[in-house]
């Protein structure tokens, strides 16, 4: 236990997020819609005008270290920024030492699946394990990895991007560029797609109803299945076959004792169970086959505590 204060911020295509955070607890936290268009010095400032709504009253000594998750994939042994696809302006931005600077303290920069992984693990669902798998389905499908009690980072940091194999030689076209990728089958936006074509191939049926008036997505599929509608339920079994087949390969690779998945989609953890549980006895080698995937503890906390956590065990 400690009596120490670390910032955490999460830098994201459409939010940025600070947290102060002690023990692996969020005591307050705050965001604001990032500002693409300024590029990384707005970007930088709106960072600090958070963490100085977050840490107010606090001494400024108090704050021992500050981290940051960010898409990836990042280089985190140099803390420079390679490429993110929803920020322009920030290839070869050097950000961990701008933070740095900024903060006049040690930064920590992570992937923001690996900051997220690192927080389930010290202070959520995965507390006490030894090996597990964090991941989340939500606009894409990221992750993270915790193999014989250590982070995994892999070559310049950028290892367990769990979205990004292909579990089918055709399929649908990925974020990455790629085909038929875990991502591009089960990520939210896939769910979404589904849910929209069949609004439209059943106009009658619940879907096709609310798509007269709003734009269907995951959310609606998981909102009909709720309410017992036949096709949405069929949409919901469908996505966590998909879970189930990707988690399934994950399990294989890493050999996890569970595998957390967290992200918007698994707020339809307990609709999905049943069935990613029962693919995963069926397509899983014999010793893996009682593997549980559960549910995220912290929620969309997990990469600002990961970060902030991680920041303050480097410092
Ligand atoms: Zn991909």
Redesign the pocket.
Known sequence: MTEEYSLGFDLGGTQVRAALVQNGAVLQRAAMLTDVAGGPDAVMQQFKTLADKVSRGLGQSSIKSVGIAAPGPLDTVSGVVDHIPTLPGWDGFALRDKLSALFDRPATVENDGVAAVYGEWKHGAGRGLEHLVYVTVSTGVGGGVVVDGRLMHGRRGMGGHV??FRIAPDGPI???G?VG?F??FAAGTALGKRARAAAEVHPQEYLGRLSQTTRIESRHAVDGAREGDPQSLALIREEAELLGVGFTGLIHLYSPQKIIMGGGVAKAFDLMSDDIHAIIRRDAMAPFKAIEVVPAALGDNCGLVGAASLALSNS
């Open positions: 979205g990004h990925c974020s990455c790629a990728c991502e591009a």
